[in-house]
């Protein structure tokens, strides 16, 4: 089982929020069938539950999924101390001699407090490991438990995914990818949720296609892009080119991408080589 924590979208307003959590969780189960992988889902709340035999799959997946801010893969138990004290410690090996943490979440009844809950099995932890010693500053490792009504959660690793928003949430925009920085531009508006059309006759946008399983990749040059971009309304996407005034940039329909194009006008480093042109 995979507990995966939901990203900014949970900050939405309740309407967007359910049509943005409904695209999430459309674009997993696609790449899950995609990869001939099973799973069944459940949510609550800002998390999903995720249930599959094929973790691997699972973990390819939740990483290049837009609006995933991180996920575990988890032992699910019964909220009971001694269940939970029994997974944790199915988790930490028997010679294990280093520093530890326990991170302890819940909701629902549970007759212990989260710091009540962590002290008890950080002890029954001491005590089954003895060469351990705790460290809530820097461990070596950290035991994290989601207590959720009746069912608790045990995990020792958080996985990144790589947060913004569920691709199609948004519009649509062409990206012309001939270079690093415009794929890295392209990549940064599909985390604001826009779906692209990917224009990319050198081949540098193939390192997108991970990311983007509903967007088509196209030949043709930045003349072609530009053209299709006029025909269709979208914003068209590519590193800025020299001598491009940022008075030129005109306003986005798309909020998220006109979010985008604000924050690399103002952002530090290699991300001022990134704008966002509408044509």
Known sequence: MVLVRLGELTLKGPKAREEMV????????????ERGAEMVYRREGGRLYVHTPD??????????????RSFSPSIMVDAELGSILEAALS???????????????RRGDFPLTSQETAARLGEGILGARPGASVDLENPDLEVGVEIRGSIAYVFTHWCPGPGGLPLGSEGTAVAYVDSAEGALAAWLVLRRGARLRIFSPSGEGEVLRDWCHLCPF???SLQDAAEDARKKGYGLVLPRPAGVDATQLLPLSSLAVREFMEVMLRGPGPCRRTRTIYK
């Open 55 to 68: 973790l691997g799959t699972a973990k390819w997946v939740l990483s290049r999924s837009f609006g995933v």
């Open 218 to 220: 196209l030949c043709g």
């Open 22 to 33: 409904r695209i999430l969780i459309g674009n997993i189960v696609h790449r899950f069938r």
């Open 91 to 105: 988790e930490i090996p028997e010679e294990f001699s280093g520093t530890f943490a326990v991170r302890v979440r």
